[in-house]
């Protein structure tokens, strides 16, 4: 009976320490992808435009990922997994396109918050996936994150002061956005799940290269530019693709992509934590409550998901 009380816990054990870890990968993407927006804006405040920013980002993230490559096994991806992932690549940076698109038609907080419609969206794929409806402290998690999105975008305080933009083509850019990137954290944990992740970063990458090159491939016509770019080149590689897409890939692989949605929006409170370190911003009190929501919706969504395995697992121990 010992034995088998030893073997069951084994057995349950690292299928919850790989949620937990998961759940850390989720967050740290959405703090990396919060500071890498204060960091891009860092770099057009230099006069760097933003398909250079873009290029140099790519180029970077390809070469960082290329060297720690050497490092891993031997991969077994056939073209279709690799034509899939490459996909996946160009949709993550049509979504970061778009996104700069929507910013030069609304403001931030408008942007911000219709982009920010992602989170529902993958939870919606996810439930037409499973052919079910998302367990009830989702959508609570969910509704949080949406409404805390509102408040901590800045959106409620352009409202009050009037200063609220609806241009149709930056409502379309950024609803565009929200879809790609729903899609790119969709499908991240369904190609592919059996390979490295540091691999399987390094090809989606790739794939973003090729649209980097279309958009701002001429930095590559001009090596003093490129080396002037450089080391901002090689900071926003690391926290804008490196980081946050190797850790969305380990997420997806863990949990259902509606939570990894859930966590990424750490997003907003670490770009608004941002704001007040690098260019102080001033966090008004709608603000404030925005940041309260959505940390509590990352706190609910993800104790949520550890819970139901941890009741399981003292109950099969115990049997």
Not at 153 to 179: M, N, Q, T
Not at 306 to 311: E, I, K, N
Request: with cysteine; charged share 10%; proline share 5%.
């Amino acid at each position: 009976m010992q034995s088998r009380k030893i073997s069951a816990s084994k057995k349950h054990g690292l299928p919850g320490m790989g949620k937990v870890f998961g759940g850390f990968a989720g967050i740290i993407a959405g703090l990396s992808f919060g500071f890498g927006g204060a960091t891009s804006r860092l770099l057009g405040s230099q006069g760097y435009t933003v398909p250079h920013i873009i290029a140099m980002q790519f180029l970077c993230a390809f070469v960082i990922l290329g060297f720690l490559c050497v490092f891993t096994k031997k991969p077994t991806l056939d073209w279709k997994s690799t034509c899939k992932l490459m996909l996946l690549g160009i949709v993550n940076t049509l979504s970061s396109l778009t996104y700069y698109l929507a910013i030069s038609y609304l403001t931030v907080g408008s942007a911000v918050a219709i982009q920010f419609q992602y989170v529902w969206i993958v939870v919606a794929f996810q439930a037409i996936s499973e052919r079910k409806l998302p367990r009830p402290i989702v959508i609570i998690a969910v509704i949080l994150v949406i409404a805390g999105t509102l408040f901590c975008s800045g959106l409620v305080d352009e409202f009050i002061s009037e200063s609220l933009k609806a241009h149709p083509i930056g409502i379309a850019f950024a609803l565009v956005c929200a879809f790609t990137y729903a899609l790119f954290i969709f499908f991240n944990g369904k190609v592919a799940s059996d390979q490295p992740p540091v691999l399987r970063t390094f090809i989606t990458i790739i794939g973003g290269l090729f649209v980097s090159v279309l958009i701002g491939g001429d930095i590559y016509l001009q090596p003093s530019l490129l080396v002037e770019m450089l080391p901002g080149g090689i900071l926003i590689s690391l926290i804008m693709s490196v980081i946050p897409i190797l850790c969305i890939i380990v997420a997806s692989t863990r949990l259902p992509g509606g939570l990894v949605a859930i966590l990424t929006s750490m997003e907003l409170p670490a770009a608004v934590f941002a704001g007040v370190l690098l260019f102080g911003e001033n966090v008004t009190p709608f603000v404030a409550l925005g940041v309260v929501m959505i940390l509590c919706s990352v706190v609910l969504s993800e104790g949520a998901e550890m819970l139901p395995s941890r009741v399981k697992q003292g109950a099969e121990v115990n049997a």
